[in-house]
């Protein structure tokens, strides 16, 4: 009989596969996605963190889940600046983010609380 670990990943991959999130941080996830539901945009103004902003506030995680779900999308603003990217949701986003939203007003007080702190 083989090894259990003999076809499995090795220990470190295993383990980096468990702690890597789909999204980073809930809380900045709901606030942006509640930003964007009121027609904010995203607007990624560099390629460094902190380069991504929604309605003032830096964006440090969110924008990869919503950009590889297709959340969002990019629109040409014609009043932006160069080198300037601006997205907003497409109904996709839209539909997910009524979902999200409203699965996270039913959570209770202290549990979204703690999803701020901890992320």
């Not at 259990?4 to 999130?21: F, G, I, K, V």
């Not at 590889?68 to 999308?73: D, H, K, M, N, S």
């Amino acid at each position: 009989m083989a090894h259990p670990t003999a076809t499995s990943a090795p220990p470190a991959a295993a383990s980096a596969e468990r702690s890597r999130a789909i999204i980073a941080d809930r809380g900045e996830f709901v606030d942006v996605l509640c930003a964007l539901r009121r027609g904010h945009v995203l607007v990624q103004a560099g390629e460094h963190a902190g380069g991504w902003i929604v309605d003032g506030g830096r964006v440090f995680s969110s924008y990869d889940p919503l950009l590889r779900y297709e959340l969002v999308r990019e629109f040409d603003n014609p009043e932006g600046f160069d080198h300037v990217r601006y997205f907003r949701l497409t109904s996709r986003g839209r539909d997910f983010a009524e979902r999200a939203l409203a699965a996270w007003r039913r959570r209770p007080l202290l549990e979204r609380l703690m999803v701020r702190l901890v992320g």
